[in-house]
Structures are given as structure tokens and as C-alpha cells.
């Protein structure tokens, strides 16, 4: 028997023994298992030192898994073997020390000395473990600790669902055995119903080195409340003790702390209040998750030992340090294997069974509609927590040195980054040091450079400026000698193209800001009231509607902030806004070139398009591209780019037309696109969109919720493969027009208002028409047809919401949806009782036939296909039991899907399985 590492640690997060916690917890957390009532107390009674606050209270509801992760095989599996600390521990030897140092009262306690290929199995203190994960052997147990051994981009998600717990401390020893490049680990707290949470975080790069984060996950929108860089690695021999507490209901303090072993822990590295109205006061359950970028080059190991739970009485800032107590465990090798209690795990295999306390809608699992695996390793680091490698010979610049001299060097530093890119030659690293550059950037063809943050400084490109002086005139307020103008053209006198009418200035690239927040242009003077402002080119005056006494005012003057011509320039570790882009721009930042690599860049509250890449084998990763005014992400003709872990999010604040072009992303004449764990929710316009001749497309682990068009489209495009990925909320789903050899597989679809699967045909073909050809294909393309056909949709699942699941027309041209090869077979429709029809299908001219079952639509078209539908109309958030119950519906997933997702060949999957 291996001796614990627990036992030799200096500081008190883990000396809570395994025998020990058994004994505290085992009532209770069984208790709960079964469905105990909500307000018993836990076992043995508290303390009396303790005040009332720190008993915790066993739910009869399980936890859910609020990090939906690739649900593709849950493994409750007990431990083969009884765990090795279950020495009978009566309750009255708790209270025989002195009060000062009474045990916790114990959540979760696991010392991993047992062995499970798949899952966890169950926690020393009896406790089973709910996985969720791609693959099953993704979390395992070697006999002497929990791996997470995690494939680019897969996750996993491991729950004691027993547990609830309000104010909580966790604590784990962690390191990372093998490292395949950036990856994510957290412990999941205070998880509802609804999925929200709080997730403290490990974040490591490709060195391993950490940065720790801490998140709010509510309604579907991920908020950091704070983030921190700290000087360790996790790779190699060292274990590192990983603690975090949650407590708190009206100000809900998070802490977390990372402590080489053997080392004194000291104040928490982080540090968050969430005060806000959306944070989370409730009890909840918990979980570990990880989660390894798809960015990644091989696979990463992390080990987890010595993992525990206990309700917190303080925060971490608030620990007294105590000496150690004399080792509990360590003489006692738990050989004597005393299974006092080896009747009891047999039961919890129910842990969800008891959900009939009145709530019978809530399925054991409310995390489905929430796509977690991957959310919280979208987007970018925040601004100023990168850590890129400063190299030798780098150049740098510092806006704010007074150095008389600026050669580069760390001592004479350039003062701003257009002086630095010129004096660099090609291949140089330039690091540019904390603080707000107002400035455009030109980088020439012929210097490949990389231009990055220093390490854990924010950085911000600012296009806007300060203005200060201001005179009131009435109700407003007038600053002269401004000279600033620039272009309201777009695409050559087309702007009404783009320009919805009822936003007439949307077209207008000046920006104003007070106190951070955008105030909206308007035509004139007159027409200024508070939260607005006008631009008089004419008398070069800014007239503005709310007084700016005692704020900020900050008004763009700059029309782009990076203009890089080279090949293989390197973009990573800043932040850019306020640039007032005209479209003729084409974007906030512009990369011209082959090869380029964008990583963690914040690009935020510019006039039109944030990011344009217009060339091949772009790497685009962790990016958050966020409320720009006419569209996120431009991506044309780029053969073989990437775009993963990113968010194109609240786009089109300007509230241009949707069409021709506006929302999150647009890709354009590309081929061999690969888009994997992509969040582009919430933009005024399509989420993702495919247009023009793209062929080859992977559309993989995709959430798209709430667009106010299309979440997913691909027009005039082929070889188009969706996969894993969600579309909740918008106009559509998902559209597919004049697009041809299509798969839909494994997604997750409900409540969109018009249809969920769109499939159309207009009069559009390749062969007749040229807009839309890709210039690099001479004449007309024939492997891009612009015709809709050969169109698999397998494995999904659609929740009730909107008139049709799926329709098929078209009204153009009048092709039979009969001619199309299209085959629905293996998903999961809602009940068309009252719902959403299931399938509306084309005839020739405007002939509609419309199925409203399974049955009927085999009948009518293939009696091969097999569909299931629920019993009665459910929203997606209650299909949990459904899915499960209808999984032998699901077709074996297709081999070259299994390798996208991670799966075995030949897996059954029923939806994303998140």
C-alpha cells in the first residue's frame, strides 16, 4: 500500500482522513442519495462550536451536471474493490478533541486507491460518480490516482450528484503527467437546475503553465469575475495542492489557491466578489471538469489525488494557520480492509430515482440544453492574464518609458509599436508592455513578425481618444475642433444593401463612448437628446445629449487598429476597440497573408467588421470577437484555416440588414474550413454562415442560441458536415440552401421560431450564374453545384418550440424534395401534438406533404427509416429521459464523424450527447 502524500502535507487543507469522513458523512450523503427531506441535517450533529450556519442541508435532488460535456456514456460503476480508509470511526470520537480543531463536516473524500478503467466508480465515503465525457475510458482510476486523460478537444465531467452544498471548500492535489497543449480544469460549484454555476478554473498553456480564473455560468452566458496568472508549471514531477472555497449568498466570495506540495499555502492567488444580481446564493452540487483545447498537438494527462469536499466555515483569506495535527491515516495502510459498510453501495445506484418531490419535468440530467464541454474554454484569455514566452533578442515597446533612447531593448523600449514593426527585422517577437496604444498599425509584406502582450500585462489598442473639453449649450453639450471623418460608403454606393431603414446611421462609423458604454449617433443637432450624439462634419463639433460632468468621454478618431500584409505573422495576448472601421476598411484587424496565427485577442466595440482574414491556413483560436456594428469575423478565401475555442458574440449592434452580411462569422469561397467549439449566440443577424462556394466544411461542437436570424447556414456550398452542436432560439436553426452533400448529425435543436432544419432551393446554379464563384476555380465549379441534395440528417434531437422541425422546399424552381437523396432516419423528434410538425416536404410548385409521426413519414418515403418521437410536446430542457429512453433509435455514427468527435467507430450516439 503506497503512503498517502496527504499525510506529509505542512498546511491543513487536507488532513481530514478517509476513515474519517466516512463515518461524518455516510448518513447523510446516503441519506441524501435516496431522497432524504430537503431540510435534514447532516450526520453526526454539528459541532457545538460551530454555529447553525455550517450544517449543510441534504437535497433529495440530485446535482446536475451543469458543464454538459459529451455525454456519450455515463459511468456510474462501483469501485471493484472496498476503498482503503473505511475503519468505523463512531461518531462520539469526533467530538473528543478540542472544539478549535473539530473535523469539518465532510461533502466528498477520495484517495483514488482503487482501480476503474472507466469513471471514477465510487469516493471513499461511499459516494458513486456521474461521468460525462466522448469516450469512456476519457476518466479513469490507476490504483493511485484519477487521470482525465483528455484528446484535442474532448472534456470530461465527473459528478458526485449526491452531494448539494452551499458554502464549500474543495481542495485536490493535481499535475499534469502529460501535455498535449492548452487545457482547462475546474471545480464546478453551486449547480442549479438550469445549469448555472461557478467554475474555478486551472487554465494551462503548452508549458503548462497556469493561469486560474474563476467564472459565472447563468442563462447561458458565461462572465469572468476575475482571472490570475501565477508562476508554476503543472507539467512534470511536482504535485500542486489545488484549493478553492465558495461562501457567501448576499456577496458570494470565490477564492482559489495553488500550492506546490510540501510548500506552506499562503493567501488566496485569487480573489472574487460576485455582488452582482445574477449571482448564484443557492446551494448546489459540484463536480471536477476538464476540458483540452482542440487546438492541442497530442494528448493531456492530468492526475487528480486526495480529492475532498467539506462545508467551508471561511474562505480560504480567512483560514487560521494551525500546525499540523500528527498524521491521522498514514499508520493505519487501511490493509485491514474492515468493510463496515459493504451493503451500502449497492443502492445508490438510484441516484437520481427519487424525482418525484413534485418537479417530475426536471430530468436527472437539466444540463442537455446547455452545450458546456467546451464554453468555458472558449474565447480569449482576459486582457492582460496571457503568458507568451518573451524570447531572446525580442523588441520592445512601452508607451509609457521616458528613456531618452528607443532601440528595442528592454531598458530603451520603442514607445509605440508602428516605430518598433519598423526598426524589426523579419522574424522578430515584438512584446509590447502594459497600457493603451493609440495607434494604427501597418505591418509590410515583406516582415513576418509576431506582436504580442507581455506576460500577464493588459494591453488594449484604443481607437478612441479622450475628450474633455465641453461647453453647454441648452440641453446639450457641443466640443469643437473635432476632425475627424470618415466613410459611410459600402460597396460602392450599395449601402442601402446593408442599411435597415429604421437604423439610417448604422452606416456611420463615428463612436462616442461615456463611461464605457457606445451612445448612439443620430443625423443632427437637433435631433440630440440624452443618450445620443451628432457629428457635425460641416462645423467639425461633437454635440453630445448627456451631461459629461465628472465621466469619460472617449470618442473614436482611428479607422483601424492592425493592417498585416506579411505571411505568417503571429497576432497574440491583446485586446482591441473603439475603432471607427468603415467597410471599405474591411476590418479592425486585417490579415492579408498566408499562415497567419491569431490567439487570444479581444477585439470588441468597433464600427463594422472586427476581424477580416482573407487568406489560406489561417489559425484562428481563443479569440472573443464581441459587439461590433455589422458583423464579428470576415474569413474569405482561406483554404485549410482553423477557427476553434472562440466567441463571435453579440454582433451587429448597428443593426444592419442581416443580408447581404451581418452577425457573428461569415466565411466565404473557402475550402477545407475546420470550425470547432465556436460560440456565435446572441448576434442580430445568422450566428454561423458558409456562403459562396465554400466547400469542405466542419461545423463541429458549435452553439449558436438566440441569433435573430440563422444559427448554422450554408449556402451555395458543398461538403458540409454539422456535428455535435446546438441551435436554440433563432428565426432558424439550421438552413441549408442550394447547398449539396450535406450531414446533420448529433445535434441539439428546439424553439427555433420559424423552422429548425431549413433546407432550400432558389434559382441559383453554379453553372448559370457567377456571383458567388469562387475566383480561384476557373469557369463554372462542379464539385459546387449550388443544388440541394444528398442531405443525411441522423442522430439529432429536436425539442418542441416553432411550427416544423424540419422543411424542405423549393418554390423557385420547382424541384421535388422526392429528387433530392435526402434520408431523415435515427433522431428524435418532440410530439407534433400540439408542437412543432415534424416534416413538411416539397412537391413540385407549392405541393406541401406534411408528417406528423414517424410512422407516417416511413410509410410515405422509406420504410428504412427509423425515428422516434416523445410521447407528448417537450422543450429540449426536458427531453433528458426521452433521449435516453430512445437511444437504440440512434444510427451507428459514420467514421469520419467518430474522428471528428472522438468517438469509436461505429459508436451510438442519440443528439451531441452534451
Request: aromatic share 6%; charged share 20%.
Amino acid at each position: 500500500m503506497r503512503s498517502r502524500r496527504k499525510s506529509i502535507r505542512s498546511h491543513p487543507s487536507h488532513t481530514i482522513a478517509a476513515s474519517t469522513a466516512a463515518a461524518i458523512a455516510a448518513g447523510a450523503l446516503i441519506a441524501g442519495l435516496f431522497g432524504a427531506p430537503a431540510q435534514a441535517s447532516e450526520s453526526p450533529e454539528p459541532d457545538p462550536s460551530s454555529t447553525a450556519d455550517s450544517a449543510p442541508t441534504a437535497s433529495d435532488t440530485p446535482a446536475p451536471a451543469a458543464d454538459g460535456v459529451d455525454e456519450a456514456k455515463s459511468t456510474d460503476q462501483p469501485a471493484e474493490q472496498p476503498t482503503e480508509d473505511t475503519a468505523d470511526v463512531p461518531a462520539a470520537e469526533q467530538k473528543a478533541a478540542p472544539s478549535a480543531l473539530a473535523a469539518p463536516t465532510v461533502l466528498l473524500a477520495d484517495d483514488f486507491t482503487r482501480s476503474t478503467a472507466a469513471g471514477w466508480g465510487r469516493s471513499d465515503n461511499d459516494l458513486a460518480y456521474s461521468s460525462w465525457s466522448s469516450r469512456n475510458d476519457v476518466a479513469g482510476v490507476d490504483g493511485s490516482a484519477a487521470t482525465l486523460s483528455l484528446n484535442p478537444g474532448e472534456s470530461a465531467y465527473l459528478t458526485p450528484r449526491a452531494v448539494q452544498a452551499g458554502d464549500v471548500k474543495i481542495s485536490a492535489d493535481i499535475r499534469l503527467k502529460a501535455n498535449g497543449g492548452r487545457s482547462y480544469y475546474a471545480y464546478t460549484t453551486r449547480v442549479q437546475s438550469d445549469g448555472s454555476s461557478y467554475r474555478l478554473r486551472v487554465v494551462t498553456d503548452a508549458d503548462g503553465k497556469v493561469q486560474l480564473s474563476v467564472l459565472r455560468s447563468k442563462d447561458r452566458i458565461d462572465t469572468e469575475l476575475n482571472s490570475v496568472a501565477v508562476p508554476e508549471s503543472l507539467l512534470g514531477d511536482t504535485w500542486f495542492t489545488l484549493d478553492a472555497t465558495v461562501t457567501g449568498t448576499d456577496d458570494v466570495l470565490l477564492e482559489a489557491r495553488l500550492t506546490p506540495q510540501g510548500e506552506t499555502p499562503g493567501a488566496p492567488q485569487l480573489i472574487a466578489t460576485d455582488r452582482s444580481a445574477a449571482r448564484l446564493s443557492a446551494p448546489g452540487g459540484l463536480a471536477v471538469w476538464g476540458y483540452a483545447s482542440s487546438s492541442a498537438k497530442g494528448q493531456t494527462v492530468l492526475q487528480i489525488d486526495s480529492l475532498s469536499a467539506v462545508v467551508a466555515t471561511t474562505p480560504l483569506s480567512g483560514e487560521q494557520p494551525v500546525e499540523p495535527e500528527p498524521p491521522v491515516e498514514p499508520e493505519q495502510p487501511a490493509e485491514p480492509e474492515q468493510p463496515t459498510e459493504p451493503e451500502q453501495p449497492a443502492e445508490p445506484e438510484q441516484p437520481a430515482e427519487p424525482e418525484q418531490p413534485t418537479e417530475p419535468e426536471q430530468p436527472t440530467e437539466p444540463e442537455q440544453p446547455q452545450p458546456e464541454p467546451n464554453t468555458s474554454s472558449r474565447g480569449a484569455a482576459t486582457v492582460g492574464t496571457a503568458t507568451y514566452a518573451v524570447p531572446t533578442g525580442a523588441v520592445f515597446v512601452n508607451g509609457a518609458s521616458s528613456s531618452g533612447a528607443q532601440n528595442g531593448s528592454a531598458e530603451s523600449p520603442f514607445r509605440t509599436v508602428q516605430a518598433a514593426v519598423d526598426a524589426s527585422r523579419a522574424g522578430s517577437t515584438i512584446v509590447i508592455r502594459g497600457g493603451e496604444y493609440h495607434e494604427s498599425v501597418n505591418v509590410p509584406f515583406s516582415k513576418t513578425l509576431v506582436i504580442q502582450a507581455y506576460p500577464g500585462e493588459a494591453v488594449w489598442f484604443d481607437g478612441s481618444r479622450s475628450v474633455t473639453s465641453w461647453t453647454q449649450s441648452g440641453s446639450r453639450w457641443e466640443s469643437g475642433g473635432w476632425k475627424s471623418e470618415f466613410s459611410s460608403d459600402m460597396l460602392n454606393g450599395n449601402a442601402s444593401w446593408f442599411v435597415d431603414p429604421k437604423y439610417p446611421m448604422a452606416n456611420r462609423p463615428d463612436m462616442l463612448f461615456i463611461d464605457g458604454v457606445a451612445q448612439k449617433q443620430v443625423a443632427s443637432a437637433a435631433e440630440v437628446v440624452a443618450g445620443t450624439f451628432a457629428v457635425d462634419y460641416a462645423s467639425d463639433r461633437l454635440i453630445l445629449g448627456t451631461d459629461p460632468a465628472g465621466r469619460q468621454v472617449r470618442v473614436s478618431d482611428l479607422p483601424q487598429a492592425l493592417n498585416v500584409q506579411s505571411a505568417n505573422s503571429v497576432l497574440q495576448g491583446f485586446g482591441v476597440r473603439r475603432y471607427a472601421t468603415s467597410y471599405d476598411v474591411l476590418g479592425t484587424v486585417r490579415m492579408h497573408n498566408v499562415g497567419t496565427v491569431l490567439r487570444d485577442l479581444v477585439i470588441e466595440d468597433n464600427a463594422t467588421i472586427g476581424l477580416f482574414v482573407g487568406n489560406d491556413r489561417a489559425t484562428v483560436d481563443n479569440l472573443t470577437i464581441r459587439r461590433n456594428g455589422l458583423l464579428g469575423f470576415s474569413l474569405t478565401t482561406a483554404y485549410d484555416s482553423k477557427v476553434t475555442d472562440s466567441l463571435f458574440t453579440d454582433n451587429n449592434v448597428e443593426h444592419f440588414n442581416g443580408s447581404p452580411v451581418a452577425g457573428g462569422i461569415k466565411v466565404t469561397r473557402s475550402r477545407g474550413v475546420l470550425m470547432s467549439n465556436v460560440d456565435t449566440s446572441r448576434n442580430i443577424g445568422s450566428g454561423t454562415w458558409f456562403d459562396e462556394s465554400c466547400f469542405d466544411v466542419k461545423i463541429v461542437d458549435v452553439t449558436s442560441n438566440g441569433n435573430t436570424e440563422i444559427g448554422i447556414h450554408a449556402e451555395l456550398s458543398s461538403r458540409v458536415t454539422i456535428a455535435r452542436s446546438q441551435v436554440f432560439d433563432n428565426k432558424e436553426g439550421i438552413r441549408i440552401f442550394d447547398t449539396e452533400n450535406v450531414l446533420i448529425t448529433n445535434n441539439d435543436l428546439g424553439n427555433n421560431s420559424r423552422h429548425d432544419i431549413n433546407l432550400m432551393q432558389d434559382e441559383r446554379r453554379q453553372a448559370t450564374h457567377r456571383v458567388g464563384r469562387d475566383p480561384r476555380v476557373s469557369g463554372a465549379d462542379p464539385t459546387v453545384t449550388w443544388i440541394t441534395r444528398n442531405i443525411d440528417i441522423r442522430n439529432n434531437v429536436f425539442g418542441a418550440g416553432g411550427p416544423r422541425a424540419i422543411f424542405a422546399h423549393d418554390t423557385a424552381t420547382g424541384r421535388a424534395v422526392d429528387t433530392w437523396n435526402l434520408s431523415i432516419a435515427g433522431n428524435l423528434f418532440s410530439s407534433s401534438a400540439g408542437g412543432p410538425s415534424m416534416v413538411t416536404w416539397g412537391g413540385s410548385g407549392d405541393v406541401y406533404e406534411t408528417f406528423q409521426t414517424p410512422q407516417a413519414l416511413a410509410s410515405a418515403k422509406n420504410g428504412s427509416w427509423a425515428n422516434a418521437m416523445t410521447a407528448k410536446p417537450e422543450p429540449f430542457a426536458s427531453m433528458a429521459d426521452d433521449i435516453k429512453a430512445n437511444a437504440s433509435i440512434a444510427l451507428p455514427v459514420l467514421p469520419e464523424v467518430a474522428t471528428l468527435l472522438g468517438l469509436t467507430t461505429g459508436a451510438e450516439l442519440l443528439g451531441s450527447g452534451n
